[in-house]
């Protein structure tokens, strides 16, 4: 499963926007398996992990995270 950084202190929010250099970075980094729907899990700087799906949200140009509590793996 892919590994998607999020810059922030907690897993707090309905939603990610993946536009921090790291977070396009680790986008990047999925070649073809980056795609609406791809299960990913998110890490922010304390090494904590959260399981979410990807979204690519036209109206704003950026791929999305939802947190997808109780799925993981």
């Known amino acids: 499963?892919?590994?998607?950084?999020?810059?922030?202190?907690?897993?707090?929010?309905?939603?990610?926007?993946?536009?921090?250099?790291?977070?396009v970075e680790d986008?990047?980094?999925?070649?073809?398996?980056?795609?609406?729907?791809?299960?990913?899990?998110l890490y922010n700087p304390a090494g904590e992990d959260r399981p979410a799906r990807l979204r690519f949200q036209e109206e704003i140009n950026c791929w999305v995270a939802y947190p997808t509590p109780g799925i993981v793996g």
């Open 27 to 41: 986008l990047h980094a999925m070649g073809d398996d980056l795609a609406a729907g791809v299960r990913i899990m």
């Open 1 to 23: 499963m892919h590994r998607i950084f999020v810059p922030c202190a907690e897993f707090d929010r309905l939603d990610y926007w993946l536009h921090h250099p790291r977070s």
